[in-house]
């Protein structure tokens, strides 16, 4: 798998009828996973029915947030997920796009400032370990909402050599699906 550059469009996967999803850029079929590991990379896609064409990138990116958050580690808290879902319909529905996009930029640029604030506020104490270590947890799991050239600045050489391993995995395993061809792949 191929990270984005500055001349690569954006992947098309098409979703069959059977929910299997096909990546018409790698010809092979994929999984939800895939996608996942895309948008981490920083890979642009967008997924399209198969037979009309609809633009469903949406559903599928929900259909993603949905099985992360079964996994036991939900980033999404019940009163967040209960005041979205009570705005729906409402005169704010326009207006919560657009704030919650700006509200996880903020975040992310302020991410440093608020590590070095809460760094600061646990120094010398008994709870410094653990402060540092749910920093750590915070800045992985802001990590995901970082844009590709905001996330290739910041990341450490490790970071990104683990990067380009998943890339690359994603890369051989999109080869062996398109050998086992369309019956063998899940």
Do not use: C
């Amino acid at each position: 798998m191929k990270k984005q550059g500055a001349g690569d469009g954006v992947a098309i996967v098409k979703k069959y009828a059977n929910r299997r999803l096909y990546n018409t850029e790698t010809s092979s079929y994929i999984t939800l996973e895939h996608l996942a590991a895309m948008t981490r990379a920083g890979r642009d896609f967008k997924v399209v029915d198969a037979k009309t064409e609809e633009d469903i990138t949406h559903n599928i990116l929900t259909q993603i947030i949905m099985e992360e958050e079964s996994r036991g580690e939900t980033m999404l808290p019940v009163d967040f997920l209960r005041q979205l879902i009570a705005m729906y319909g409402g005169s704010m529905h326009s207006v919560v796009p657009g704030y919650l996009a700006a509200s996880l930029d903020s975040l992310r640029r302020n991410q440093d400032q608020l590590r070095s604030v809460v760094e600061g506020a646990w120094a010398g104490s008994p709870f410094a370990e653990l402060a540092q270590r749910n920093m750590a947890m915070f800045e992985a799991a802001t990590a995901a909402f970082k844009p590709p050239v905001a996330r290739a600045a910041g990341a450490s050489a490790k970071d990104q050599e683990i990067a380009a391993l998943k890339a690359e995995l994603l890369r051989l395993q999109a080869k062996v699906d398109k050998l086992a061809g369309p019956s063998g792949a899940a």
